[in-house]
Each structure stands twice: as structure tokens, then as C-alpha cells.
């Protein structure tokens, strides 16, 4: 009989243990979904940078190497996040690419909302120009998109 009692208190403790994971596991998901954010860049055309392919990074983490007119989607957690850009040697016009290509750029940025949004812009000169990451609206970035 005490066999019995014994396998009973299992099964018992078994299925609330079961139950209170049904109810709590949703709960965890949805939260872990409220903490991540969408990151879409995008690179307009530029006739000075022509050569280039534009690397970015987030978090010292390469996410893609773009190209003219080309883009990337990329998620990752909200909070705060270090962007970068590098370009290694490439062709482009001296003393304003800079004869190696473009410097490194490199922002930090706090990431709040479910979407952001960004344009990877060139910025010339004289011992070297930056392709900037700049947040846009969705409106904007919408607009460029169109173009390519």
C-alpha cells in the first residue's frame, strides 16, 4: 500500500509540475520577444565610393559587407549596441577615400524600439572620409529603398 501512496505523490507532483510550466513558458517567450529589435540598413549609390564594399559590424561582430544600393536586416537584443564601418583597400579617389580606403566609424547607439532603421552615408575628407551610419525614419528609409 505505502508503494502505492509513494507513486501516486509522483504522479501528482509530476503533473503540477507540468501545469505550472504550461502556464509560465508562455509568459518567458513573450518576454524574450519584447526584447529584441530589428536593424535594417541600407546604402545609397555613391559615384565616389564606387569601388567600395562597406563593412559592418555589430558588437565587433561582422554582419555583412555591403555594396552600392544594397541592404541588410539584421536582429539582435535592444539595449545599448556598438555599430562600426570599415572598408580595406579599395579603389577610390585619393586624398579624399584615402589611398587604403575609408576610416573606421564607429557608433554607439541604445536600441529601444522594435524597428530602426539606418543609412550607411559617406562623408569625405581630406586624410580620409568615414562611411557614417546615420538613423532614419522608416519613411525615409522607404524612400531609398524605392531608388534601388
Do not use: C, W
Not at 549609390?45 to 536586416?73: C, F, P, Y
Not at 549596441?81 to 570599415?86: A, G, N, V
Not at 524600439?113 to 525614419?137: C, N, P, S, T, Y
Amino acid at each position: 500500500m505505502s508503494g502505492f501512496k509513494i507513486s501516486q505523490t509522483i504522479l501528482i507532483s509530476g503533473l503540477l509540475l507540468l501545469a505550472s510550466l504550461s502556464i509560465t513558458s508562455p509568459l518567458i517567450a513573450e518576454d524574450t520577444a519584447t526584447n529584441t529589435t530589428t536593424l535594417s540598413f541600407i546604402r545609397p549609390s555613391d559615384v565616389m565610393t564606387l569601388g567600395q564594399k562597406v563593412r559592418l559590424s555589430v558588437d565587433k561582430a561582422e554582419i555583412a559587407k555591403l555594396g552600392q544600393d544594397k541592404i541588410v536586416v539584421f536582429e539582435t537584443t535592444k539595449g545599448k549596441h556598438k555599430l562600426q564601418t570599415k572598408v580595406g583597400f579599395s579603389i577610390g579617389v585619393p586624398n579624399v577615400t584615402g589611398f587604403n580606403g575609408a576610416k573606421k566609424f564607429t557608433s554607439k547607439v541604445n536600441l529601444k524600439e522594435d524597428q530602426h532603421f539606418f543609412k550607411i552615408v559617406f562623408k569625405a575628407a581630406l586624410m580620409g572620409g568615414k562611411h557614417r551610419i546615420i538613423e532614419i525614419d522608416q519613411a525615409e528609409y522607404e524612400a531609398l529603398f524605392a531608388k534601388i
